[in-house]
T-cell receptor, first 111, second 117 residues
Framework: QKEVEQNSGPLSVPEGAIASLNCTYS??????FFWYRQYSGKSPELIMS????GDKEDGRFTAQLNKASQYVSLLIRDSQPSDSATYLC???????????FGTGTQLKVEL | SAVISQKPSRDICQRGTSLTIQCQVD?????MFWYRQQPGQSLTLIAT?????????ESGFVIDKFPISRPNLTFSTLTVSNMSPEDSSIYLC??????????????FGPGTRLTVT
């Protein structure tokens, strides 16, 4: 199993809907998880981090961590066309500060 | 967070040559990292740039191919040596920022888009 796994998509949602992005992880990762947004031709931008079991909300974004099931998700409420991007899940691995990324999920928000 | 700049933003180079990429951050940081993102792929860590000591390279990356300097706490360079078309990628530096309570987050520079012909 890869350390961090994501469905590559594309995931298409209509404008105004909730977009749900999922990521699973192996036992080899630490318990710090990050969601980055990457627009085409741009560098990754950190949008959410989560360290504890449960939900963490920031504006339209909610990160959810379920340690028992080893998954972390990102919900985007009231999706906008400007949310169309690739979303990268990442976690620290190797017992230190090495950040390992999933392959990313492409999100398309359609009018 | 931090303000991170990279130079050059893009370059087209001939095979066999070398390119040095600079990364500058607006505050002193302990940890700086270099990543590669090949076309259509996710990010792969090349090395950790350590201030005052040699960089720590990940499996598959070697110092002769990707020499790194870290002369101070705000600056690092990555050189891509003896380039081949397979080195065509986006190269990104990142910095680690402590957010308190043992929490660390990484922020990325704008990247350098390298094309090797």
């Amino acid at each position: 199993q890869k350390e961090v796994e994501q469905n590559s998509g594309p995931l298409s949602v209509p404008e105004g809907a909730i977009a749900s992005l999922n990521c699973t992880y192996s036992d080899r990762v630490s318990q710090s998880f990050f969601w980055y947004r990457q627009y085409s031709g741009k560098s990754p931008e950190l949008i959410m981090s989560i360290y504890s079991n449960g939900d963490k909300e920031d504006g339209r974004f909610t990160a959810q961590l379920n340690k028992a099931s080893q998954y972390v998700s990102l919900l985007i409420r009231d999706s906008q066309p400007s949310d169309s991007a690739t979303y990268l899940c990442a976690a620290f691995t190797g017992g230190g500060n090495k950040l390992t990324f999933g392959t990313g999920t492409q999100l398309k928000v359609e009018l | 967070s931090a303000v991170i700049s990279q130079k050059p933003s893009r370059d087209i180079c001939q095979r066999g040559t070398s390119l040095t990429i600079q990364c500058q951050v607006d505050s002193q940081v302990t940890m700086m990292f270099w990543y590669r993102q090949q076309p259509g792929q996710s990010l792969t860590l090349i090395a950790t740039a350590n201030q005052g000591s040699e960089a720590t390279y990940e499996s598959g990356f070697v110092i002769d191919k990707f020499p790194i300097s870290r002369p101070n706490l705000t600056f690092s360079t990555l050189t891509v040596s003896n380039m081949s078309p397979e080195d065509s990628s986006i190269y990104l530096c990142s910095v680690e920022i402590g957010e308190g309570q043992g929490i660390y987050e990484q922020y990325f520079g704008p990247g350098t888009r390298l094309t090797v012909t």
